[in-house]
């Protein structure tokens, strides 16, 4: 690991809560920094060890308050992911971790994305999938930032599959399994039931499933949606294609709120971040857990060894 460029960590929202858990998660792993660069405002800057990276965005003078997020913080945590997708293109990091971000702060100094992953898709090129693992699960989405009553409309082969590809390359990394079990969840109640429910199983899912089996040799049909978490805790399945956002993240963040991390799939470098939110009611209080922070640097480490 030492011939590899460090991993870029960037400090989020100034006024949430990455600034102390990137601090705490610096002080509790020494041996862990000389990988490490963090990109943020001088003034949080110079509180870290001097053993580990910093690059500068923002102005000198800049001083963020905790929990009272500004138009200039957004723009220093604009900055900071411009400098880290910029410094992966070049060659200065090999990948990058990123503190949480308020999408609506940000909107006002012109980040015009969803989030993260629409962001690093735009400036690294890739058709990303939002994915995440954790000590017990791998999940995959097929669709992530998308109103609920658009989900139907926007599942498609392409997305299925790539959501599909995607789980399957993390088990294989993460667990070592060739051939992973790969449990996807279908769109409706029951999975529609045959049709009573829904019919976007029996139309759309299951015959692109049955496609992709000459590759994936132990893929589900569209199971149950209710009871797919519950059979990977069981061992019997390595990982899961879930259809949207809160089918996967309701059960992941019950379950391994502390240890899931976000990873960008389909990407040109690597990007992972903590699972959870800027947290700005927290932030500066010093009850911040870093845990998720540090299985999301650990991820990086193995995968970027592999």
Not at 99 to 119: L, R
Not at 155 to 162: G, H
Not at 183 to 211: D, Q, T, Y
Not at 278 to 301: D, P, R, Y
Request: glycine share 8%; hydrophobic share 45%.
């Amino acid at each position: 690991m030492h011939s590899i460029a460090p991993i870029a960590i960037t400090i989020g929202d100034t006024a949430g809560v990455g600034a102390e858990i990137i601090y705490s998660w610096a002080i509790e792993n020494p041996s862990l920094r000389k990988y490490a660069c963090v990109v943020g405002h001088k003034s949080f800057l110079d509180t870290l060890p001097n053993d580990i990276g910093k690059v500068q965005v923002g102005a000198d003078s800049y001083v963020a308050k905790a929990g009272c997020p500004d138009i200039a913080g957004a723009r220093i945590a604009f900055d900071a992911l411009e400098e880290s997708a910029k410094g992966c293109i070049q060659g200065r990091y090999s990948a990058v971790l990123t503190a949480p971000i308020s999408k609506a702060c940000m909107k006002q100094v012109g980040f015009n994305y969803q989030g993260h992953t629409e962001f690093f898709a735009d400036r690294w090129g890739g058709v990303p999938v939002m994915s995440f693992a954790g000590e017990k699960f791998i999940v995959s989405l097929a669709t992530w930032h998308d109103a609920i009553k658009d989900v139907p409309l926007l599942i498609d082969e392409a997305k299925i599959t790539r959501a599909v590809e995607a789980s399957a390359r993390l088990a294989k990394k993460l667990k070592g399994v060739e051939n992973p079990r790969i449990a996807v969840c279908g769109l409706n109640p029951h999975a529609g039931e045959g049709g009573i429910m829904g019919r976007e199983e029996v139309e759309l899912i299951n015959p692109v499933l049955n496609k992709l089996r000459a590759s994936y040799v132990n893929l589900s049909e569209a199971l149950p949606p209710d009871t797919v978490f519950a059979r990977v805790l069981k061992d019997e399945f390595d990982c899961i294609v879930s259809m949207y956002h809160d089918q996967a993240l309701a059960p992941l963040k019950a379950i391994e709120f502390d240890n899931a991390v976000n990873v960008s799939m389909n990407l040109k470098y690597l990007r992972v971040s903590p699972d959870h939110g800027t947290a700005f009611s927290i932030a500066g209080k010093s009850v911040a857990s870093n845990k998720s922070f540090t299985s999301a640097f650990n991820l990086a480490m193995r995968m970027l060894a592999k």
